[in-house]
Every structure is written in C-alpha cells, then in structure tokens.
C-alpha cells in the first residue's frame, strides 16, 4: 500500500488480509481475561492493521519497523511533550530496553485527578484487538513511554 509522511517520504507497511489463526483467536480470548479493566472494543481480530497502523494509518495498514515510526513522528510534525502536557489526541509511544519502539496508541482521556496525569490510551493489541486502557494497564511494558503533539 502506498503510505507516505508529510514530506512524501514513503513508509514500508504491509497490508495483510490473511485471516488470523486459531491460536491467535485464543490469544485474544485469553488478553480479555487478563485486563479485566480495560475496554475490549467489538473489533476483529486482525491482521490489516497493528497498533502503529492504528495510530498513524487510520487503520488500513501494518507499520512494522521502528524506524518507520520514528520517520512518520519526525516528518509529520509530532513534537516531545511532557506527561504533564498531555491531552486527548496526543499520541504515546513504548519504548523497549532496547530503545526501538515496541507500541503506539491515541489518547483518548486524561485523568488530571491523580498526582501524575494518567492517560486512557486506545490501541491494538498485536493481531487482537482495539482496547482503550490505562497506560499501564496492557501487554506492553510501560516503564519507559514518550508523548507526542502534532502542532502544524
């Protein structure tokens, strides 16, 4: 599929109407289980889109390597902010030990109530599917996050 940044760079995805796997509908089933305070939208279990397809490809895409997702965040105008900052459409990243990014999703709540302002982030889950959850409430190791703003 022909995606491309701001500046028309193009972005590598792949588009994969496959249908998901036995063990993956099981996945899925057992991530329901697990996050019992997240909300497990009514979506499929899919292989069209990821997390970052979800946060940068309006759904119609896997964006599968890293540095993809940090060319879009650079030529696209997304700008750091602070966790203090943040607001409903922002988006967050996860970070792995590794530095490459694991994880992507849109901010869709901000509870400001609490002492550090907690996100409610929507996102998909590998193949699974789309959950609005807490931060740190998901598969995803979130110890190491960063927030981003398009401001143009």
Same mark, same amino acid.
């Given at each position: 599929?022909?995606?491309?940044?701001?500046?028309?760079?193009?972005?590598?995805?792949?588009?994969?109407?496959?249908? #998901?796997?036995?063990?993956?509908?099981?996945?899925? =089933? /057992?991530?329901?289980?697990?996050?019992?305070? @997240?909300?497990?939208? *009514?979506?499929?279990?899919?292989?069209?889109?990821?997390?970052?397809?979800?946060?940068?490809?309006?759904?119609?895409?896997?964006?599968?390597? #890293?540095?993809?997702?940090?060319?879009?965040?650079? =030529? /696209?105008?997304?700008?750091?902010?602070?966790? @203090?900052?943040?607001? *409903?459409?922002?988006?967050?990243?996860?970070?792995?030990?590794?530095?490459?990014?694991?994880?992507?999703?849109?901010?869709?709540?901000?509870?400001?109530?609490?002492?550090?302002?907690?996100?409610?982030?929507?996102?998909?889950?590998?193949?699974?599917?789309?959950?609005?959850?807490?931060?740190?409430?998901?598969?995803?190791?979130?110890?190491?996050?960063?927030?981003?703003?398009?401001?143009?």
């Amino acid at each position: 599929m022909n995606l491309h940044t701001r500046q028309q760079s193009q972005i590598d995805n792949i588009h994969d109407t496959d249908a #998901p796997m036995p063990g993956e509908l099981l996945e899925a =089933q /057992d991530l329901k289980g697990r996050f019992l305070g @997240a909300t497990h939208r *009514p979506t499929a279990v899919s292989y069209t889109y990821n997390c970052h397809g979800l946060t940068f490809g309006s759904r119609r895409t896997q964006i599968v390597d #890293p540095a993809e997702v940090r060319k879009i965040l650079t =030529q /696209d105008a997304y700008h750091k902010i602070t966790s @203090a900052d943040i607001l *409903p459409g922002d988006i967050v990243v996860y970070i792995g030990p590794d530095g490459d990014i694991e994880h992507s999703g849109v901010v869709v709540d901000v509870d400001k109530s609490a002492l550090v302002p907690t996100p409610k982030v929507l996102s998909k889950w590998g193949v699974a599917h789309e959950v609005v959850h807490f931060l740190r409430d998901c598969p995803y190791v979130s110890t190491n996050v960063e927030y981003y703003r398009v401001t143009a």
